[in-house]
């Protein structure tokens, strides 16, 4: 990638999320592209080592992005900058039964994965569009291609960032503008943990799936990383939805029982 997507793409890259994960990843990625980052995550001191380590031009900027007013005062953080290459990469999940979790972590999850990508490009895109050249990177997931039993908010966010991003896509054509959605399987990052799943050691490295993503822009709507994930992206478009819930369901049960029974062994 070297400086190409710098010279293609020139002015700031934004990063929300990026104190782990896929984040610190696009993060680094685009600063050896060339890069000046803007980081935004709530875990400051690890936004600030991750910037300690990269060879460019980073402005740190702690938020919450659930806050009602973060995503304004992150447009105001980045006044004067030219943002040129947004990722908006922050989100999380959580798995179990719907009425078992508490309301307020299903609303910050849909405030943080599905308003907070909203905004972000209410706020970046018109400028992008005047200037005629910029990228856009929304994560969603394979989770959002099939509905996602005892995973179902964080399956329905992904949706509406697969459905956001598709859409833009096709409203940026031809304006200079890029827009491309992420869509990873299994990933060596911390979700797993967080969503009170059992980590899947098999899943891809988190570097391989960013540098498809960083790839994939100006060639099509959607990067699914992984060839069994974009066999399963294409079924599940073909298959009806009832289907696809009840096979989802029966393997997501199954590893919510494996996560119980291994819990219960480490117990025992």
């Not at 079924?235 to 819990?263: D, N, Y």
């Amino acid at each position: 990638m070297s400086g190409a997507l710098h010279e293609r793409y020139p002015g700031w890259a934004l990063v929300t999320g990026a104190s782990s994960g896929l984040g610190t990843h696009f993060a680094e990625q685009l600063a050896a592209a060339g890069f000046p980052l803007i980081l935004t995550a709530r875990r400051e001191d690890r936004l600030r080592e991750l910037a300690d380590r990269l060879d460019t031009d980073v402005q740190v900027v702690p938020l919450d992005l659930t806050a009602p007013d973060a995503c304004d005062r992150l447009g105001e953080a980045a006044r004067g900058r030219d943002v040129s290459m947004l990722v908006a990469n922050a989100g999380f999940g959580f798995s179990g039964r719907l009425e078992q979790q508490p309301a307020a972590l299903s609303e910050n999850m849909v405030r943080l994965n599905c308003i907070a990508p909203t905004l972000l490009c209410h706020t970046f895109l018109p400028q992008m569009r005047e200037r005629g050249n910029g990228a856009v990177v929304i994560v969603s997931s394979v989770a959002g291609f099939q509905p996602t039993p005892f995973f179902a908010v964080y399956g329905a966010t992904k949706a509406f960032d697969l459905m956001l991003g598709e859409a833009l896509w096709v409203e940026c054509r031809g304006t200079g503008v890029d827009v491309v959605t992420l869509c990873p399987g299994s990933t060596r990052t911390e979700f797993a943990k967080n969503a009170h799943m059992l980590e899947d050691e098999a899943g891809m490295a988190p570097g391989p799936v960013v540098a498809a993503a960083l790839r994939g822009l100006g060639r099509g709507p959607t990067v699914v990383t992984g060839l069994a994930n974009r066999f399963a992206a294409a079924l599940h478009r073909m298959l009806p939805r009832s289907w696809t819930a009840s096979a989802t369901g029966a393997v997501l049960a199954r590893e919510l029982l494996g996560k119980s029974s291994a819990a219960a062994r480490r117990d025992a």
